[in-house]
């Protein structure tokens, strides 16, 4: 059990950064920017909540294999597969999390550093950041923990292979087959383990957040 376990974190590892700098960038833009398309691109980044897992694995299965420069750089069935499932899988919760945190933010506050002569960025990382941060925490801990579980998309896209893309989901499905359920339950532990420290975490979060507003 502890390759998978191993392999879990390492994907959970190279996982986090992406959902923080892809799926807070794209709540930040849903939240603060007007484009063509916004509604369109709010409702596909949405899709992999609402989607069985073994779609978006299938498309994600067709649409690298049939792009040439994707299929030449061996990401099937390969750690990168890996990594892109459980982005995918967990992004739509980050989205959702980082455009809410970003549009709950007080632009006035913005503009009253902007008149003292703030560039956007000292606006962003002195004002909005810190604002909004309780509930990008919120979100970051909730899509870590899906990363973490995440199955199906990443059996139609990097397989199940052990030492190689076998992640600890993956290991429970091999050993239920196998009818080795002490070994599946053992698994099994340490991912509920990890989903009831996420939600604690949410919970310490929340609760933070709302003493704050009760104290002012």
């Not at 299938?58 to 420069?69: A, E």
């Not at 509930?135 to 059996?155: P, Q």
Request: with cysteine; net charge positive.
């Amino acid at each position: 059990m502890l390759p998978p376990l191993l392999l879990s974190l390492k994907v959970l590892f190279f996982t986090v950064p992406l959902l923080i700098l892809l799926g807070g960038g794209a709540g930040w833009l849903l939240a603060r920017r007007e484009f063509p398309g916004k509604e369109a691109c709010s409702l596909l980044a949405q899709l992999p909540l609402i989607l069985p897992p073994s779609v978006m694995g299938f498309y994600l299965l067709f649409f690298i294999g049939k792009t040439p420069l994707l299929r030449e750089m061996g990401i099937l069935f390969s750690f990168p597969a890996l990594v892109l499932g459980a982005a995918v899988s967990a992004s739509p919760i980050m989205i959702q999390a980082s455009r809410a945190a970003f549009a709950s933010v007080d632009r006035e506050l913005e503009d009253a550093a902007r008149t003292l002569g703030k560039k956007e960025s000292t606006v962003f990382f002195t004002v909005t950041l810190p604002l909004a941060r309780r509930t990008l925490l919120v979100g970051l801990a909730l899509s870590a923990a899906r990363a973490l579980g995440d199955f199906g998309v990443s059996l139609m896209i990097a397989g199940n292979i052990p030492g190689r893309t076998q992640t600890l989901p993956l290991y429970i499905y091999n050993q239920v087959e196998t009818l080795n359920f002490a070994r599946a339950h053992g698994a099994a532990l340490l991912l509920v383990g990890a989903g009831l420290a996420s939600l604690y975490a949410v919970r310490m979060l929340e609760e933070g957040r709302n003493g704050k507003h009760a104290s002012c």
